[in-house]
């Protein structure tokens, strides 16, 4: 009798998980979608913000002279944009993605963590539509593959770790207070400047080294960086320290996201 109870809640059990993965599939369809449903241009909407935002830096570093350390600029400003704007996208959407689900929390009892998954998995999206564009981009300036690419995971694991880290913990607060919804795309503009996408690691390190070092992106964005455009190992020590603070962030920022989620559908 107990045998079969118990095989019994673990067959509830699977189907459970399987109905939430399914969920989950469903609604990044359904957004991507609907992210570019009636557009001229489709899914190359998900490259044109990339793109043009290296243009933008290209033209800006070459104004101020910044140093590309005897790369072509624009593949070694491309190779830094691509990761920042997964990040900076993931950060901002996910409270929106929340938000843009409140009947769903409230007419259905599914875990909330699928909402902020959503949102990194439908921008996951946009990523590796941009990684595409950057890979021919390399090899159009002649920047071979080597083996340092094989790098590339863990920094793409690590840059998920710093999204969820971050985003979880401002989506817990936004739900109540919208002050953050209105502040954070500014505060991501500060946090970009702070960030060596336009300029090299080393110009950061020389003038502020204490954000070189505890600015939980430089060793991701610095490592992207060295491995396509330079064929040399991410710094150890950077990516490290990044992996830390991305680490210490998400045990504060998950289990208050599970804490006061429980009550989003009262807000919503």
């Known amino acids: 009798m107990k045998t079969w109870s118990h095989t019994a809640t673990e067959q509830r059990r699977s189907q459970r ?4 993965w399914n969920l989950l599939i469903a609604l990044v369809s359904r957004d ?3 992210r570019y449903r ?7 909407w998900a490259i044109i913000p990339a793109i043009l935002a290296t243009l933008i830096y290209s033209f ?3 104004v101020v002279g910044v140093d590309s350390e005897g790369a072509p600029r624009l593949v070694f400003v491309f190779a830094a944009t691509v990761p920042w ?3 900076q996208s993931s950060i901002v959407r996910i409270p929106h993605g929340v938000l843009a689900n409140g009947n769903l929390l409230r007419k259905m009892s599914i875990p909330r963590l699928i909402f902020p998954l959503v ?7 946009d990523f590796c539509m941009n990684s595409i564009v950057l890979i021919i981009t390399l090899q159009l300036f002649g920047i071979p593959v080597t083996l340092k690419w094989l790098w590339l995971p863990i920094l793409i694991i690590q840059l998920n770790l710093l999204a969820i880290a971050v985003g979880f913990g401002i989506c817990a607060f936004s739900v109540y207070r919208r002050d953050m919804l209105h502040g954070i795309q500014h505060l991501m503009q500060v946090w970009l400047f702070l960030t060596p996408v336009i300029y090299s690691s080393s110009d950061l390190k020389d003038r502020l080294s204490i954000v070189h070092t505890l600015n939980p992106v430089v060793g991701i964005i610095d490592g992207f960086r060295k491995v396509l455009v330079f064929g040399e190992a991410p710094d150890l020590g950077l990516l490290g320290m990044s992996l ?3 680490l210490l962030i998400m045990i504060i920022s998950v289990p208050l996201y599970q804490m ?3 009550y989003f559908a009262d807000v919503l």
């Open 60 to 62: 800006l570093g070459d």
């Open 32 to 34: 991507i979608r609907a």
């Open 17 to 20: 998980w399987l109905n939430h």
């Open 38 to 44: 009636r557009t001229l241009l489709g899914p190359l």
């Open 85 to 87: 704007t997964y990040l």
């Open 260 to 262: 006061m989620s429980q």
């Open 244 to 246: 830390l603070i991305s």
């Open 119 to 125: 949102v990194l998995l439908t921008t996951f999206f």
